[in-house]
């Protein structure tokens, strides 16, 4: 018996990878890092190679450059960035799970050890005083009769003790080889993640080359909208003030109310199944018209929802999605872009028209890469998030620590639920 027991017990830790202290004692287990602290050694190492950034530079270099492609290019790299991102959202909750599981097995170990200490000290015992051979010693017989009544006492429960420390033990071999494999996974995906970033960073740059403003004529349209900023009481009269005394954006308004005219008149009331092709030069679907179309912004957890308490004693006029650090934010529509830059308690604010009176409002991100009177399509990133969560006004009080993008879409001047234009797809991955 002492041969079984011990046999299990030691096979069993050489398979974990364990030494035999695991099964007789828990106390390792203050020696394990912290799941946050892991999931940073995972990933803190993960770096773009510079012939990986000079071939996605000249792979970018050789991309048909029209608009068509283009658009569609960034689309796509966002859309699998967000995808990504969502991933290794999940790798990193599935490892923070058996994490967990792991911690419990090593708690039942420990709670186990006194029980095995005298497990072990039992058939040690036993290795030293065997049990008289009768055949042998027949004036011992009595003693042999005593001994076999105990070791059938003694024994099952001997068994027992050593079957239940071996499937705890395998157990801890199957979750480390789970963690190895999530730990890989998201390795991989973050890999892919740093990768489809840098992608779009290039694509941008591209589509930004192509609309050759001068560096100069940026910094007085960005020093007209300050101007126009400061002397706002609120986002309704920044709204009205930029649309009618910035040149740029008041042109970007025109055109926007005209292209959600012709749309309305060309659908004829009809249910609108996409947002057109990617190289569109204005919506080819009223704002109105596109419920259950709209792409989310951001990958992500919404954290307040439209009309929810704001913690300042009013409701949200918008939804707040934690996203993750650095996080790729994209237009929800097509629209102008009528204001970009600071605004207030609402750090970096994007908003865009959609015409018809509709207005999509962006908060919370660290950078804006689109500029005053440029379309954008819905999709196409324009935007990134800090690496840890700035100050907003639309995302005071929400008890997160990640950055927090604020979403507000208005119509003429007042906000209204966003709900029902996300599409379904896009509302499960991001509310999930």
């Known amino acids: 018996m002492k041969r079984r ?11 974990a990878g364990l030494p035999p202290a695991v099964a007789a004692d828990g106390d390792s287990a203050a020696a394990q890092d912290t799941p946050q602290s892991e999931l940073e050694a995972v990933t803190q190492d993960i770096q773009l190679t510079k012939q990986r950034q000079a071939e996605l530079r000249q792979e970018i270099e050789k991309l048909d450059t029209d608009r ?46 006194d029980v095995l200490a005298e497990v072990l000290a039992a058939l040690q015992r036993m ?67 740093i990768e489809g970033r840098t992608r779009i960073t ?34 309704k009269d920044l709204i009205a ?9 008041a042109a970007a308004s025109a055109k926007a109310e005209k292209a959600a005219t012709v749309a309305r008149s060309e659908s004829g009331g009809r249910p609108a199944k996409s947002l057109g092709s990617p190289d569109r030069l204005a919506p080819a679907v009223a704002f109105v018209d596109a419920k259950g179309l709209l792409p989310m912004p951001a990958n992500g957890r919404v954290v307040r929802a439209f009309g929810e308490d ?40 994007l908003i865009i028209n ?26 196409e990133p324009v935007a990134a998030m800090a690496a840890q969560r700035l100050a907003s006004a639309g995302a005071m009080d929400i008890g997160v620590s990640q950055p927090v993008l604020y979403v507000e879409f208005r119509k003429n001047g007042t906000s209204i639920d966003p709900a029902p234009w996300w599409a379904a797809s896009n509302v499960e991955k991001v509310g999930g």
């Open 5 to 15: 027991v011990a046999t299990l017990l030691v096979l069993a830790a050489m398979a």
């Open 68 to 113: 068509a492609t283009l658009n569609q290019s960034l689309i796509d790299a966002n859309r699998q960035v967000q995808e990504l991102e969502g991933e290794v959202d999940r790798s990193e909750r599935r490892l923070n799970a058996l994490k967990v599981a792991e911690d419990k097995l090593r708690q039942s170990l420990d709670q186990r050890r």
């Open 127 to 193: 290795g030293r005083r065997p049990p008289p051979a009768i055949l042998v010693r027949p004036q011992d017989a009595l003693a042999a009769v005593r001994s076999a009544i105990l070791l059938g006492a003694v024994v099952p429960d001997l068994r027992e003790v050593a079957d239940k420390v071996a499937n705890d033990l395998q157990k801890m071999v199957a979750l480390r080889s789970e963690q190895e494999q999530e730990r890989n996974r998201l390795r991989a995906n973050a890999a892919a993640l």
């Open 202 to 235: 290039l694509l941008i740059a591209e589509k930004q080359r192509q609309r050759n403003a001068s560096a100069e004529a940026l910094a007085q349209q960005q020093q007209r909208a300050a101007i126009l900023a400061d002397q706002a009481s609120g986002l």
């Open 241 to 249: 003030r930029m649309e009618s005394q910035d040149a740029t954006a």
């Open 310 to 349: 704001n913690g300042l004693g009013g409701t949200a006029q918008g939804i707040s999605i934690s996203t993750r650090p650095a996080a790729l934010v994209s237009s929800p529509s097509d629209g102008w872009v009528v204001y970009a830059g600071p605004f207030r308690s609402y750090g970096e604010l």
């Open 354 to 379: 959609a015409g018809d009176g509709y207005h999509v409002l962006l908060a919370g991100m660290e950078r804006i890469d689109v500029g005053v009177g440029q379309f954008v399509l819905a999709g």
